[in-house]
T-cell receptor
Framework: LAKTTQPISMDSYEGQEVNITCSHNNIATNDYITWYQQFPSQGPRFIIQGYKTKVTNEVASLFIPADRKSSTLSLPRVSLSDTAVYYCLVQMDSSYKLIFGSGTRLLVRP | DGGITQSPKYLFRKEGQNVTLSCEQNLNHDAMYWYRQDPGQGLRLIYYSQIVNDFQKGDIAEGYSVSREKKESFPLTVTSAQKNPTAFYLC??????????????FGQGTRLTVV
């Protein structure tokens, strides 16, 4: 399974764009990249998933360069309610195993 | 409403006792998972199941046991062999393999405290 590396924490201010980068140097051909958000005392919630290039949904964008060895979650115009832990996962298309890393703690300040 | 339900929300256990955490889903998902989360830490995989009557150990299976007799249910037993069971336990399920966007859906968690 591909190992992921993320910053332990990040600070931002309301209204700013936040970019969280995840490194996954040994990603395999059939692996997908998925991001989850977790609030305290709750289960993680799916944010976005991608395989290559760029994926956008109503809450975030995911940028994946051609070599796929990293990915960047972009949160536009964050608010206080975006304060949470964000996890990057690399999932094999043929495996059910879901491994979470330590995540990135994002603190959004007023 | 479809979803994944964990019970109880809070659980207290005396040392040396086994305790079972419930996880039920009505999403018709094949795969189910159990994770443990300690304060300020990430999620660690205890067990996962791809299909009924089959399950695999995760990274920290020692001191835990599971069963998967029904598609909807994946109970976790924390045995007396688990030396430090106080933690937040999360159950999840995901849609079948071979489908793009295999997102996992999580329950609200069970907070287990050994007293």
């Amino acid at each position: 399974l591909a190992k992921t590396t993320q910053p332990i924490s990040m600070d931002s201010y309301e209204g700013q764009e936040v970019n969280i980068t995840c490194s996954h140097n040994n990603i395999a051909t059939n692996d997908y990249i998925t991001w989850y958000q977790q609030f305290p005392s709750q289960g993680p919630r799916f944010i976005i998933q991608g395989y290559k290039t760029k994926v956008t949904n109503e809450v975030a964008s995911l940028f994946i360069p051609a070599d796929r060895k990293s990915s960047t979650l972009s949160l536009p115009r964050v608010s206080l309610s975006d304060t949470a832990v964000y996890y990057c996962l690399v999932q094999m298309d043929s495996s059910y195993k879901l491994i979470f890393g330590s995540g990135t703690r994002l603190l959004v300040r007023p | 409403d479809g979803g994944i339900t964990q019970s109880p929300k809070y659980l207290f256990r005396k040392e040396g006792q086994n305790v079972t955490l419930s996880c039920e889903q009505n999403l018709n998902h094949d795969a189910m998972y159990w994770y443990r989360q300690d304060p300020g830490q990430g999620l660690r995989l205890i067990y996962y199941s791809q299909i009924v009557n089959d399950f695999q150990k995760g990274d920290i299976a020692e001191g835990y046991s599971v069963s998967r007799e029904k598609k909807e249910s994946f109970p976790l037993t924390v045995t007396s062999a688990q030396k430090n069971p106080t933690a937040f336990y999360l159950c999840a399920s995901s849609i079948p393999q071979g489908v793009v966007n295999t997102e996992a859906f999580f329950g609200q968690g069970t907070r287990l405290t050994v007293v």
